[in-house]
C-alpha cells in the first residue's frame, strides 16, 4: 500500500482539509494514476454534506479525474506508463450480469462501486476519489484520453457529459431532432453542446431571462421562458426530446405539454421524488417519462472521441485545490459557469 496526500472531509460539512490515506498495492489488473485535473461535482457536495444520509467519513470526493499512467499491474496490456487517461464515476463492477456484458455498468445489478464513498469488491475498504495526488483503478475502468483533447477541459465529461451523453444517443438525437433542455447549469450546458454537435436544434428552457445570451452562446437557437405562460403555451407539443436538468423535487407537467406526439421527457437530475404527475397528459400524445443514470464505459469512451474530434469542450473554472470549499459555496449559491475543475499541482499538505 502507499500513502497518497487527498484532501478529505473528516465529517459531514466538515470543511475539506488535506489527510493522507492509504492505496491499495497494484494488482495484476490495475493501472495507478498521477492525477492532473479533477472536475468538481454537485455531488461531491451533497457527500460531503451527508445529505443522502449515506455518506462515510472520511470523504475524498471527486469523480471526474484526468491523469497520467504511472504503473501497471503484471497483466495490463492496454495502458503503457505515461498514458494520458481518465476515470469517471465507477471503478468497478460485478462483470457477470447482463448490463455489465452489454456495457452498461453503470446499471450492474449488484450496484457498480463508486470511484468514493464505495467498498472496494476485493478488500472492502472504502473507496477514495479524485480530491488525491494519485488513485489505483481496475484496468477496464480506466478510460483513454484521445489526442486532441484539452486535458485541462476534459474532467467534467466524466460525469457532467456522460450524464447528458447516454440519453443523447440512446433516444437517437440527430440532425432534425427538436430538443429541449430544462436548466443551463453543468448539465444543461453540455447537454446544449454536445446536441448541437449532433446537429439538433436546441432549445433552452429557463426561469431567467438573463440566461438566453448565454444560451444562445452555447449553441441554442432559442429559449424559452417558463414563466411566461404565453410563451409555454405557444410552444405546446413542440419537442422531440426534452432533457430535464432540474436537480431538486418539481413540477414537471408544464414540461410535458411541450412534448409532441411520441415524445419523451429524460430526467437527468432529480434524484428525489417529484411532484403528482398528470396522467392524462402522458396519455395525449403517447408521451413518456424516462430516467437516465450516466453511461456504461464504451459510451464514455465514445464521449470522449466524439469531443475531442469535434472539439467539443466544457466551460471550465480551473482552481486551486485549497480554494475548495469557497468552490463549494459557490456551487450552492449557482456562482459557476458551469463547472469547477481542480488544478491537482496545487494539492499540498497543511
Request: glycine share 8%; proline share 5%; charged share 20%.
Amino acid at each position: 500500500m502507499t500513502r497518497t496526500l487527498t484532501y478529505a472531509a473528516a465529517a459531514a460539512h466538515a470543511p475539506l482539509s488535506p489527510m493522507h490515506v492509504e492505496r491499495r498495492a497494484l494488482r495484476e489488473d490495475d493501472v495507478q494514476i498521477a492525477i492532473a485535473y479533477c472536475g468538481v461535482c454537485h455531488s461531491d457536495l451533497h457527500y460531503v454534506h451527508n445529505d443522502w444520509n449515506s455518506s462515510v467519513f472520511p470523504c475524498v470526493p471527486g469523480h471526474e479525474i484526468i491523469g497520467h499512467v504511472t504503473a501497471i499491474g503484471s497483466a495490463v496490456d492496454r495502458y503503457q506508463v505515461g498514458d494520458a487517461v481518465a476515470v469517471g464515476c465507477m471503478v468497478d463492477s460485478c462483470q457477470h450480469c447482463k448490463p455489465c456484458a452489454e456495457g452498461q455498468e453503470q446499471l450492474c445489478v449488484t450496484l457498480p462501486t463508486p470511484t468514493y464513498n464505495g467498498k472496494d469488491r476485493v478488500s472492502g475498504d472504502i473507496t477514495y476519489g479524485g480530491y488525491a495526488q494519485s488513485i489505483v483503478v481496475r484496468e477496464k475502468f480506466v478510460l483513454r484520453v484521445p489526442t486532441g483533447l484539452d486535458l485541462k477541459h476534459a474532467a467534467p465529461l466524466l460525469c457532467a457529459g456522460i450524464t447528458v451523453w447516454q440519453p443523447l444517443r440512446k433516444h437517437q438525437v440527430k440532425a432534425g431532432t427538436r430538443l429541449a433542455v430544462i436548466g443551463l447549469g453543468g448539465l444543461g450546458h453540455m447537454a446544449v453542446k454536445l446536441a448541437k454537435a449532433l446537429g439538433a436544434e436546441v432549445t433552452v428552457i429557463t426561469t431567467s431571462a438573463s440566461k438566453a445570451d448565454d444560451a444562445r452562446a452555447l449553441g441554442a437557437s432559442h429559449v424559452l421562458l417558463s414563466k411566461e405562460p404565453a410563451a409555454m403555451q405557444a410552444a405546446a407539443s413542440s419537442f422531440d426530446l426534452i432533457l430535464d436538468t432540474i436537480p431538486t423535487r418539481h413540477n414537471v407537467n408544464p414540461y410535458l405539454m411541450l412534448l409532441a406526439r411520441g415524445g419523451t421527457l429524460v430526467l437527468i437530475g432529480a434524484l428525489e421524488p417529484l411532484e403528482p404527475i398528470h396522467g392524462a397528459l402522458l396519455m395525449i400524445n403517447d408521451r413518456s417519462i424516462a430516467g437516465s443514470l450516466m453511461g456504461g464505459l464504451p459510451a464514455t469512451q465514445e464521449l470522449l472521441n466524439f469531443c475531442a474530434e469535434h472539439q467539443v469542450l466544457p466551460e471550465c473554472e480551473m482552481i486551486a485545490m485549497q480554494d475548495i470549499n469557497g468552490a463549494f459555496e459557490r456551487m450552492q449559491n449557482n456562482d459557476v459557469k458551469y463547472r469547477f475543475v481542480i488544478d491537482m499541482a496545487t494539492l499540498k499538505d497543511a
